[in-house]
Structure formats: C-alpha cells, structure tokens
C-alpha cells in the first residue's frame, strides 16, 4: 500500500483495525509503503481491506492497494514490526496539519497534562513539513531534535496503540517548546502569567502582534477595529491588497459571508487554506481596511493550538492575520530576524522556540462550481504531489517570476513547492535556492535536467542556465501553463488550451498572454491570440494602468474622437503626461506590444476610473471582477467583437467593444455594467474562437490556464457555454491558473525532450 502512509498513525491504525476484525499477523513500513500481512475469515479480511480505505486517519493518502494472496502462516497474534528498511525514495512527506478534535479537546481538559498548551499534537496533527530537515522522518531530523521527551511523552510515543505512537513532534509543558511574549525591541513582557491572554488583550486594545506560527510569522490585529487595521496597513505599505482574516470557528464566518458546502469542507479540512468567500450583504461588517475594493474576504480558521488559545484571548473576535513581513520579502521564519525585521510593523512579538525550517506561506483557495481552485498552494498542501498519468524522468523546473514556485519530478509524481515568491529579492532567491536543495534532498532525486522559463532575465532562468549545472530546456511560459493544467486532469494528445494571463515571453519578440495554442506536451503552434496592445512605457505601463487605456482606446476610436467624448480622465491624470504618452504611442517609441489579456483589464479599470494606478499584480483585474459582480444582468451592455478572417492565425478585432465601452463611459453608465459587458463580451470571444479553433483543429478538448481563470465569473461561464458547444472542458484544480503552477507544466514539458 503506497501513499502518504508513514508518520501519520497509519501502523497503529492498522493494528487496531486487525484486533477489531480478529485478524493475525503484522504491518511494517518499507521503502514502497506499508506492507501488511494477514490472516483470517474471508468475510473479515474484506472488511478489513474495506475498512484500511473508508476509516483512514486523516492526514494519510493512500495511493494504491495490492492485495495478494498468501499461504496461510502461523502467526499468534497481530503486531507492529519495525521497519523493514531504511526510508527510501519511494516515500512521501506529509504536509503540515491543523490541530486535530482529540488534540484540541485535550487542550481545552484542566485536567489533562496538555491543559493550554499550545504545541500539543499527535500522530494525526501538527507540524511536518515545516520542521523537517531530512529524512527519513525522525524526531533527529527535524527541529524538534533538541527537545528531548519526558518520561511521560517517550511512554506515548513508544506505545503502539497509542494515538501518539512514533508522533515525532510530540511535546509536553514539562519537556516541549513554549510560549512568550516580548514588546517590538525583544524585552519579554511577561514575566510571570500566560502571555497568550496577554497577546489576546493586547489586540483587543488595537495593538499589532507578531505571532509565530507553523510556516512563519503573521502579523495580527483586530479586524472590527478600523484604526487598528489602517495603521497595520500604512506600516506595511500595503495600501489596497486585502487581508486575510481568522475566525474562532465556522459559525462566526456566517455572520459575515456566504459559505457553501464546498467551501465549509476546505475551511475546516486538514489544510486550512485561506477561502475566499463572499461577503454577505447585511452581515458581520468588518473594518474598513481590511479588503477595501472586493466583494469577497480571505478567510480561514485557526490551525495550530496557539491560534486557538489566541482567539479565545482575544475574546472570538475576527483576527486579520497578515504575512508577517514588510512589503514583498518572504515570510518571517526566525525569531531574532522578525524582531530586527517587523519591529516597524508589531508593538509585540509572540514567540516560541520550535523552530521553523521551511517557511510555507497560507495556502488561499477559491471555491467554484463543483470543488475549489487554488491561488496559492503552500503550507498545508506542499509537498503532496499531483499524480502524473505515467513515469517521467527526474526533472527539476524552476517556475517563472512571478509567484515563483518550483517542481521536481519522481516517477509517477511531481513534487510541488510551496509558494517562493515573486523572485526579484535576493532574500527570495536565497529562499528559492533553499527551497530546491530541500525537495532534492527530500524526496532523493537526481535530477537529469532543468526546465526553465524563455525569460532571460528571470533570476530562475539565470539560476538553471548557469548554477544548475544541468542541462537546460527552455518551456514557453503559456505551454507551461496549458501543460500544467494537462497534467493535473492526466490528460495527454493534442488539445485546444487558452492560456490568459497578464505577461509572458513570447517566441515572436513580443509579449505574449492572451494565447491559443494547439498543444500537446511536447510542443504547441499558435493558432489564435488577442491583438498586440502597444505598452508605453513597457513596465511603467503595467503600474501605470492609465497609459494602456490611453492605448487602447485610441486605437480603437482614435485620438481625436476619443478626446471628442470629453472623458475627465485624461485632464486628472494631466495633459502634459497623456501627450507625451500619445506620442509614444504613435511614433511607437518605447511601446513594446503585448497580447496580454490582463492589460485589456487594466485599460477598462483605467477608463472607467476605477483604478488608473496598480500596486499589484493583477489588481485592477480582480477589482473589475468585483464590481461587474454588483451589476444588474437585466442592464448590462451588449458589446461585441469582430473575428479577423484570417487564416494562420486568428485575432479577434476588440475595437467595437472599446469603442461601444468609451461612449458608455462618456455618457455616465453606471461603471459596474460597463464592467459587467466587458466580461461578457471578452467570454463571448474566447468562446467563439475556441469553437471555431476545434473546428479548424479537430479538437474536442479545452483547457483553461492562466492568471486570469482565477477570475471566478470568466472561468465558470466560459465552461458552460464551452461545454453546451459540445467540448470537454478542464480548468485546474489542484495547481494554481496562475505563475504559481506553470513549474508542473515545464517540468513535463521538458520531460518530453530526449536527452543526448
Ligand atoms: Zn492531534
Ligand atoms: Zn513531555
Ligand atoms: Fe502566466
């Protein structure tokens, strides 16, 4: 039996099973798995084989089961034998797990000898991941080797029908990490006392509390006191990206948002995720500050012991809990880095000395028709590997930019990092490397090659061209994408895979990111895109939303009717600047041409004013998808493109539409609606030539990647009507749509290639 079977209570799990069914034998772990033998009535070794499946603990993942048959041996009883061998590298690594119901009741006994603790854990929870630094999993190989256990855990940890049996991060009062509680300078403000109630009063009074946590640092603060939130915000600089916010328990998050079934079974799985959620209308309103501009809020529930005893202290008030870093730089893991690092950010500091070794951000997911897709997949999900449809050779891809995540290839399964980060910092590069070193080292793998973005200039292209010291294969960032969503589902031939993002290098010289491409895993032709964008100002033009709009419209209408409808835009952003931007444009100095499809967002966000400014990726779009969700369908525009009769390649002509949205913009249209046409006009179109493309291709497969499927409303509608014209659909759901799961792609994309 193969899966993730080891360190999560799977032997002693089995034993229990074998004495309810009356069965003799025994279990071990082995280089494959388990590996169980077994004697008894048929009947029962049914059941019990039923069972091993239906009644697994919680953080196992069971792969596959062979059953065969055995000579009948002699065995007395049914017991535990060690393991057969040393760990090898066919195991897999749990990811760290929400403090479990049996642990949490412990925690909250007076008369337990864990009564408060906050590192209490079992064979069913706690951390993993996080605290492992090599294998095999054993307590010397993790950060909890130099706490040495108390007679009392040593006990539980040896007995095998103990629910603490081989726990390696087991821990007490008397002999595991603790607790305390400094002010922003690192004196310890508690002296006698429990400094988690403190910490809790604290934030009820408005101060910010650095607390540490499972994969790093979150910055906390009471998320119904606006004053409190705003000023967490000034001092991060973060000023519109919203916060992600913890709750006590399910029962509070619905005075406050929609949770759908689907959403409720991640909220409170295992993984704890951040969930987006919708907002209710007349709930539970939080601070201002909090997620200014979106109709939906990130949010999760506590998932260690400390987090639990924190929202008590804090009275079951709505925790905003923030990555503890400033600005962009990876997450704070260390005590003495986040004191030097986040001091201008928390007036105290909630410390522990477990150590943490991988740093794993929160996980955020998005619930959708029929089951969620990630945004972020971190702490909680990486390492799992996604299931590959056959056995690849060992590649290492290195992801793109942005959201950088890394993967690594081990027959049948690719290994996933958690989230890197956006790689321009040399503290996410250091971490990056890290991060590649340990999934080597982990899961064992040689790697024979590297798969890397085109991107010349991307600190992860440069690290696979000249440090890897393997040989390197270059993946388009939009194939990545199409194979990476190709990959999660199993599938394999040749299919029709839309591929909308914001920016990628495109193997014309341009940027690319509003791609259809008739791919396989080995390559891809370029069968349709949408029209080149000129950009003045290249990168400034991203930030700056408000020159693309100026691009586009006036290619649309031209300079001259698009001044004759008398938009205020243009004189609040300043008629000097939007000349020299309208000379750019036409003598095409410094415009480089993009077909993204996350810049015809930014260009409508900019019109309408709702956003002439970016601080972040992807910001004007999200904020376009929440106000086109407060349209009223019954009055919403119907815009419309014309497709290009051209053969080669099609692309469509978005002129109608930006002219029809530049007038309605002119004559006051409320901007939801306009918001809301857009969306449907651009699913039209992406409808349309996919039909048309399958057509022309003898396809009957989609596939949907690229940042903007993150987009809820354009991945859901743009399947139905997909599916109603006859053609499979797949969109992700284990990988995110967006940078963060290109590396899966390019991993099986360069696995492709025959190596000389
Ligand atoms: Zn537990
Ligand atoms: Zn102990
Ligand atoms: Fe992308």
Not at 188 to 210: C, F, H, M, N
Not at 628 to 637: Q, S, V
Not at 702 to 712: A, C, E, P, Q, T
């Amino acid at each position: 039996m193969s899966g993730i079977v080891q360190g999560v209570g799977f032997r002693p799990f089995v034993y229990r099973l074998a004495c309810r069914f009356g069965l003799r034998g025994w279990v071990s772990n082995t280089v494959h798995g388990v590996k169980i033998e077994v004697v008894g009535k048929n009947g029962a070794l049914d059941r019990f084989a039923e069972s091993l499946r239906s009644e697994a603990p919680p953080m196992a993942e069971i792969v596959s089961v062979r059953r065969r048959k055995i000579k009948p041996a002699l065995y007395e009883t049914f017991e535990i034998r060690s393991s057969i061998s040393r760990t090898g590298r066919t195991t897999l690594i749990s990811p760290d797990a929400a403090v479990c119901e049996d642990c949490l009741a412990e925690m909250r006994d007076p008369a337990n000898r864990r009564y408060r603790y906050p590192f209490i854990n079992c064979t069913n929870c706690g951390p993993r991941y996080t605290i492992i630094l090599d294998v095999p999993y054993d307590r010397a190989n993790t950060t909890m080797a130099s706490f040495s256990m108390c007679p009392e855990c040593r006990a539980e940890f040896e007995n095998p029908l103990d629910r603490r049996f081989h726990a390696q991060p087991n821990a007490c009062p008397v002999c595991g990490p603790r607790v305390w509680l400094t002010d922003n300078r690192g004196r310890q403000v508690t002296e006698k006392g429990d400094p988690v109630s403190r910490a809790g009063r604290l934030i009820l009074e408005g101060a910010v509390v650095a607390v540490k946590g499972l994969g790093g640092f979150h910055l906390a603060v009471d998320a119904t006191n606006e004053e409190a939130v705003a000023r967490l915000r000034q001092r991060k600089i973060r000023q519109d990206k919203p916060f992600a916010v913890m709750f006590p328990d399910p029962g509070s998050v619905r005075a406050c948002c929609r949770v759908s079934t689907a959403a409720r079974k991640y909220l409170t799985g295992p993984g704890r995720p951040i969930v987006l959620l919708p907002r209710k209308r007349r709930g539970l309103r939080l601070a201002w500050s909090v997620a200014p501009c979106q109709d939906t809020y990130g949010i999760m529930l506590p998932y260690t012991p400390l987090h639990y005893l924190l929202l008590e202290a804090a009275s079951g008030r709505p925790l905003v809990m923030t990555s503890g870093n400033s600005s962009d730089e990876p997450i704070e893991i260390d005590n003495r880095d986040a004191l030097k690092r986040l001091s201008h950010l928390a007036d105290y500091f909630l410390l522990h000395d477990r150590p943490i070794f991988m740093r794993a951000d929160d996980s955020v997911v998005q619930p959708v028709r029929g089951g969620i897709f990630p945004l972020r997949r971190s702490r909680g999900y990486a390492p799992r590997p996604i299931r590959l449809h056959k056995e690849l050779p060992p590649v290492l891809a290195v992801g793109g930019y942005l959201k950088n995540t890394i993967c690594l290839i081990r027959g049948r399964d690719a290994f996933l990092s958690q989230h890197v980060g956006d790689l321009d910092r040399t503290d996410t590069y250091r971490f990056f490397v890290l991060t590649v070193e340990q999934l080597k080292k982990l899961f064992e793998v040689v790697p024979d090659r590297v798969a890397c973005d085109l991107h010349p200039d991307y600190l992860s292209t440069r690290w696979a061209l000249s440090e890897s010291g393997l040989p390197a294969v270059g993946v388009q960032h939009h194939h990545a994408h199409i194979v990476a969503c190709m990959a999660e589902h199993g599938l394999s031939g040749k299919l029709l895979g839309l591929a909308m993002d914001g920016t990628g290098y495109g193997l014309d010289g341009n940027t690319w990111g509003g791609e259809f491409l008739a791919a396989d895993e080995a390559g891809f032709k370029r069968v349709g895109h949408l029209p080149y964008v000129p950009l003045p100002g290249g990168d400034a033009a991203i930030r700056e939303t408000w020159r693309t709009a100026r691009s586009v419209f006036s290619a649309a209408l031209g300079v001259d009717r698009l001044e004759g409808l008398g938009l205020g835009l243009w004189d609040r952003i300043g008629r000097g600047k939007v000349e020299a931007i309208d000379r750019m444009i036409q003598g095409r100095i410094n415009c480089p041409l993009s077909s993204g499809c996350g810049r015809l967002f930014d260009a409508v966000a900019a019109l309408v004013d709702l956003r002439t400014e970016v601080l972040y990726e992807g910001q004007a779009a999200i904020e376009l998808e929440s106000l086109a969700a407060r349209a009223d369908p019954g009055k919403t525009p119907v815009y419309s493109f014309e497709s290009k009769e051209d053969v080669d390649c099609l692309v469509p002509d978005l002129g109608p539409m930006f002219g029809a949205i530049a007038h309605d913009v002119a004559a006051g249209l409320e901007a939801s609606l306009i918001a809301r046409g857009f969306h449907d006009c651009l699913i039209r179109m992406m409808a349309a030539l996919s039909v048309r493309l399958c057509d022309s291709e003898s396809l009957d497969r989609v596939v949907l990647s690229g940042g903007v499927f993150n987009n809820r409303y354009i991945s859901e509608k743009l399947s139905v009507i997909l599916h109603r014209a006859g053609l499979r659909v797949y969109a992700h759901r284990l990988v995110p749509p967006g940078d963060g799961g290109i590396s899966l792609g390019q991993a099986v994309v360069a696995a492709q290639v025959k190596l000389e």
